[in-house]
C-alpha cells in the first residue's frame, strides 16, 4: 500500500512538472514572437513612413518607390500572418529590402539616402555595380550601371536570385522578378 501511494505521488510531481514546463516553454515562445514582431513592425513603419511621403521625381525614383511600395504591401502582409518568429523575421527582411529601395529613389533624385539600412542576406556577398556593364541574359540584352540612368531606371538591392549573387545596382529591365517568382 505504501509503495502505490509513493508510485501515485511521484506521477502527480511528475505530471506537474510536465505542465509547468510546458507552459513556460509556451510562454517563451509567444514571448519570442511578440518581440520578432514588434521588431518587424518598427521597420515596416518606418518604410511605410518613407513610401508615403515621397513622390518620384524621374523615372528611376518614381520605379524605386514603386518597387518599396510593394514590399511595405508584403512585408504588412506577412507580419500578420506570422506564427512564429522566423515568419517575422522574414517579414522584416522584406521591409529593409523596401528601405533599400527607398534610399535608390532617394539618391536618384538628389536627396540624402537616409539613414543606414542593416544588410540583406546574400548582399555582401553579391557586391555592387561598379561600372556600366551590359550582358546578354535569358536572349535579351541588359544594362547595369552604378547610378541611374533613362536605360538603367530598375534598382535592385543585391542578394542571391534563384541561387546566383547579383550585385546591387539599376538594370534596364526587372529581370530578377520573373527569376524570383520561378525560383519561388
Known amino acids: 500500500m505504501a509503495t502505490v501511494v509513493v508510485l501515485l505521488s511521484v506521477m502527480v510531481v ?7 514546463v510546458s507552459r ?7 514571448a519570442q514572437l511578440a518581440d520578432a ?7 515596416i513603419e518606418r518604410l511605410g513612413g518613407q513610401v508615403y511621403s515621397l513622390a518620384g521625381t524621374d523615372d528611376a525614383s518614381k520605379q524605386a518607390l514603386a518597387d518599396a511600395g510593394e514590399r511595405f504591401n508584403a512585408a504588412g502582409s506577412q507580419i500578420e500572418q506570422a506564427g512564429t518568429p522566423a515568419q517575422a523575421r522574414l517579414a ?8 533599400y529601395y527607398v534610399r535608390a529613389a532617394r539618391s536618384a533624385m538628389g536627396m540624402d539616402p537616409g539613414p543606414a539600412v542593416p544588410e540583406l542576406d546574400g548582399q555582401r556577398s553579391a557586391g555592387r ?13 541588359i544594362e547595369a550601371s552604378p547610378t541611374p540612368s533613362a536605360t538603367t531606371p530598375n534598382y535592385y538591392p543585391g542578394g542571391r536570385v534563384a541561387g546566383r549573387p547579383v550585385p546591387a545596382g539599376w538594370y534596364s529591365e526587372p ?6 517568382v520561378a525560383g519561388a
Open 92 to 99: 522584416k527582411e522584406t521591409a529593409l529590402e523596401g528601405l
Open 37 to 43: 514582431k514588434a521588431d518587424a513592425r518598427r521597420v
Open 24 to 30: 513556460t516553454q509556451r510562454s517563451r515562445t509567444t
Open 14 to 20: 511528475v505530471l506537474l512538472a510536465v505542465v509547468v
Open 175 to 180: 529581370w530578377w522578378k520573373t527569376a524570383l
Open 129 to 141: 555595380v561598379t561600372e556600366d556593364r551590359a550582358i546578354d541574359f535569358d536572349g535579351r540584352r
